[in-house]
């Protein structure tokens, strides 16, 4: 019997430390896709504007936990096609087992926007990466929902073609999270697939229980695309937020042939920056509160474009419209609970141009999430009437 629980005892301290070894998002990741090449002066502008995980090489590792930051290391061995290369694979397997124990290292950085036709070797390289760290992420950005067919490697109109990429990419690729980028600022006019992309993608991650991550726009790289203004990045972050993603990424940080981004050539800040700042410790103080919980429904009271689902008439929250401002957008309730039921919602602006003021009802007294504070504050009713910044949200939830 003493032998036997003697081996129980083993076997859950291993269980318990191979448990421990996945990975996990940890801190909402708020992060860019493109930025200057690593630096003191950079990981500290960085650090300063509410980035977490940064890019890297091996060799900056050092420095990055200097200023706290966590590193995605870029390096040419993260290829499939080292894996044929017995000189090139021992090279890659020296790398991880030398990075995979810094504490400032975060994440593999493998490829963005690769075809379905390329996901077998990409499943071979990132079970690669697992078998021999299977606490750090080997981080992959799909294409979007307008991406054609051939870029897809999929067949069938946007719905279907896109659906299939990311059935094929969670079941081949197996991965630890889902990123995407979709741009939808352009000169004259607004793209109309970014909400189906947050819908689709959102409908995958519940689905194949991972998290995602959202890179948005904020830049021009040609001249019918705009750079965003700073309510239009609140727009972007809380939208986000509400949908359920657990991270964020803007394009670019700062890239040649790119205006606007959140710094300029010479290394000095931009508006967008400056307006970044708030936004991104917004961000990881509200996903934080909604990490243990799921994503159960996301609303629109009035806008229809691809993607959009109208709030339910048994909708848990609802928004008083005889007490509410009526915009052209309208609002989004992105609704979530630790099961089917909502406890949790934020409430979005959709209008990124104008201010409202709404009234919500849920069903219970309610209490308002102070993202500055972390800090909740009861309304000691039923009803919260909130003003909302263009592109604004609210996380309100049920007292508890």
Not at 21 to 26: D, K, P, R, S
Not at 27 to 34: E, H, R, S
Not at 160 to 176: G, N
Not at 195 to 213: Q, S, T, W
Request: one cysteine or more; aromatic letters at 10%; glycine letters at 8%.
């Amino acid at each position: 019997m003493k032998f036997s629980l003697a081996l129980m005892a083993v076997a859950l301290l291993v269980g318990n430390n191979l448990a421990a070894e996945q990975w996990t998002v940890g801190t909402p990741i708020v992060t860019y896709f493109a930025g200057p090449a690593m630096s003191e002066a950079v990981a500290r502008q960085m650090k300063e504007g509410g980035f977490n995980v940064v890019w890297c090489s091996e060799n900056q590792l050092d420095l990055l936990k200097r200023h706290g930051l966590r590193g995605m290391v870029h390096d040419g061995l993260l290829n499939p096609t080292v894996l044929d290369k017995a000189d090139q694979k021992q090279k890659l397997d020296d790398m991880i087992e030398r990075v995979k124990r810094h504490p400032a290292f975060y994440s593999y950085y493998i490829i963005d926007e690769p075809s379905a036709t390329t996901f077998a070797d990409l499943a071979r390289l990132t079970a690669h990466l697992r078998e021999r760290d299977p606490a750090h992420m080997p981080y992959i950005n799909l294409f979007p929902t307008y991406a054609n067919n051939a870029q897809l490697g999929t067949s069938g109109d946007t719905v279907a073609a896109y659906r299939e990429y990311l059935r094929q990419f969670a079941d081949v690729v197996k991965p630890m999270l889902l990123s995407w980028d979709n741009y939808q600022f352009y000169k004259n006019h607004d793209g109309n697939q970014y909400f189906l992309n947050l819908a689709m993608i959102r409908h995958k991650a519940l689905e194949a229980k991972l998290p995602f991550l959202n890179i948005v726009q904020a830049a021009s790289w040609e001249p019918n695309v705009r750079v965003p203004v700073p309510d239009e990045m609140r727009y972007l972050v809380y939208t986000t937020i509400a949908y359920g993603a657990q991270g964020i990424s803007y394009y670019v940080y700062q890239a040649v042939n790119h205006k606007g981004g959140l710094a300029n050539a010479d290394g000095t800040t931009t508006p967008l920056y400056d307006a970044g700042r708030p936004l991104n410790q917004e961000f990881v103080a509200m996903v934080s509160q909604l990490q243990p919980l799921r994503s159960t429904g996301v609303y629109h009271t009035t806008l229809k474009e691809p993607g959009c689902e109208a709030m339910p008439a048994d909708a848990v929250f609802k928004v008083d419209a005889a007490a509410s401002k009526v915009m052209p957008r309208g609002l989004m309730l992105g609704n979530f609970g630790k099961a089917e039921k909502a406890t949790h919602v934020v409430v979005v602006n959709l209008d990124y141009k104008t201010g409202v003021t709404t009234s919500i009802v849920g069903p219970g007294n309610l209490e308002l999430f102070d993202a500055a504070s972390g800090k909740w504050r009861s309304t000691k009713s039923p009803r919260a009437e909130i003003q909302l910044q263009p592109g604004g949200g609210q996380l309100i939830r049920v007292a508890e």
